[in-house]
């Protein structure tokens, strides 16, 4: 079976190498990005199974890359999780109403991470209630 592609977007590369390392570790095939213009490129060419988002980037904030990807056909059904220093409760809304599958703010655990991460995918995998 074929580990996991999990794609990281945060402007903060010290962020995006605590989040791969731990996706590594737990198996996961991880590729970071730094901005959101890349990781719409990226989306175009090669779907991962999750995309972990931060909010707060320069050029494109997450909330409007979310936005993009769940309005694309092509990409609306990849899981997104954001993963922001705001718990302010009108972004944890504003993400939700967006698409975004899971919220974890920063600073977070290795097992929060991970456990947000089991439920988003594990929800992919079961099939819809008849």
């Given amino acids: ?3 996991k592609k999990i794609l990281v977007v945060d402007d903060s590369q010290t962020i995006a190498w605590v989040v791969k390392d731990t996706l590594e570790d737990a198996g996961y095939n991880v590729r970071c990005l730094h901005g959101g213009l890349d990781a719409l490129t990226e989306l175009e060419a090669e779907l991962p199974d999750l995309v972990i988002l931060d909010t707060f980037m ?3 904030s997450g909330l409007e890359v979310l ?3 769940k309005a694309s056909s ?3 059904m ?3 999780i954001m993963l922001t220093a705001s718990g302010r409760h009108e972004d944890v809304l504003a993400s939700y109403k967006l698409g975004a599958e899971y919220y974890i703010t920063k600073p977070f655990t290795q097992k929060e991470l991970l456990h ?3 439920l988003v995918l ?3 995998k079961q099939p819809s209630a008849a």
């Fill in 67 to 69: 936005a993009k990807i």
């Fill in 122 to 124: 594990r929800r992919e």
């Fill in 116 to 118: 947000g991460m089991d």
């Fill in 1 to 3: 079976m074929q580990p």
């Fill in 74 to 76: 092509k990409t609306c």
């Fill in 58 to 60: 320069p050029q494109m």
């Fill in 78 to 80: 990849v899981p997104v």
